[in-house]
């Protein structure tokens, strides 16, 4: 009985113990959220644009979730300009890890200088955790007026702000550079939530002092292998006295919708006189068809046209996601006269989905009659 008594009091002793350390390793759990800011601007360049919006990035591990985040950045050497942005809701609040990657806007009115930012992240415990950074502000471009940036699958579609893999979506603006335009550099990167993904293009000019009030544009190639999600762009103008305008876009959207070009038959074998070229294909899209346009040009000269023609009245009703092709068409110069023998390509332009468009080009020869 004595030793029954002892035994059991050794047992409490030792559930009492076990009880005890498993509340301090619950107790040590609940330490303050650990922070980690890894860039602050472009590439950790601690440097933003008034006007612009500034790039920051990094790492949160908070083991009783994050409650809020809140950004403050303050202007320095006795200035009293300040910027604040809190994050109470969305992707970041009510979780444990968070990768933090969001663009805050400068406004314009801020005054160039020096600054100091202030990243805090509160749990739910109330425990907080700051990171601090210098920054320095540089003053809007002067002579570069960006306005109207537009990013679109097409031309219909011009800021739809969706892009399609495998596709040529297009970007435009309203440009005016009192000192001439220099590049223009684009560099879109996915968000959190979609793999990573990056594109970097850049565009050359020749001093022009507009750009893209006449509806210029530029075409941004989408390779297939692009992940679909959400994407952020950047719009930076340089003129040619090395001064830049950074602008950018939220809420891109790379998309996924393929079309296939199925059956082509072009004459016999791929051989056919001028004035009778029969033409089969058929178009098989995952959304609905827009409209399909058809080209015949030699390579060596693929703006001279021997044939132009858009079908769009078929797809009017929407709803068609399959079209089969089966006419005759005739290669004629824009004086009236037939082709002469040679190689030539038939280009079959495909629009579907909201802007999405395909180019496919088929090699046949049209011979003597």
Known sequence: MKKN???????????????????????????KPI??????GKENSKTGIAGSD????????????IRRI???IHQEDGGDFKIEKSFTEGKYIGVKNAHFHEHIEIP???????YHLHFTVTDRLGQTETRESELTVKAAAAHII???LKFGASHDFSDNKIGYTGTKPMVS????????????TVFIHSEEGTPSFEL?????FNGEKEWGTGGQHKHIAIPDNAPAGDYHMHFNVYDKNGEVSENSLEGVQFKKSNVELQGVEIGTGRSATASDILTKFTVKAQDDLHSIRLRIYKESAPSEYFFNSTLADEFSEGGLKEYTFNKKLEAKDDKGRYATAGEYILEIRVEYALGANKIFKEKFNITVK
């Open 200 to 204: 970097d293009t850049t565009y050359t």
């Open 35 to 40: 922070v980690g800011l890894n860039e602050v």
């Open 173 to 184: 603006a309203h440009i005016k550079a009192e000192n001439g335009l220099e590049k223009i």
């Open 108 to 114: 314009s009115e801020a005054p160039a200088g020096k």
């Open 54 to 65: 500034l790039h920051l990035e990094g790492e949160i591990i908070a083991e009783n979730l």
């Open 146 to 148: 960006v306005e109207d």
């Open 5 to 31: 008594l002892v035994l059991t009091v050794v047992l409490l002793m030792g559930l009492c113990m076990f009880t005890f350390s498993s509340c301090d390793d619950e107790k040590e759990s609940t330490g």
């Open 70 to 72: 809140d950004i403050e």
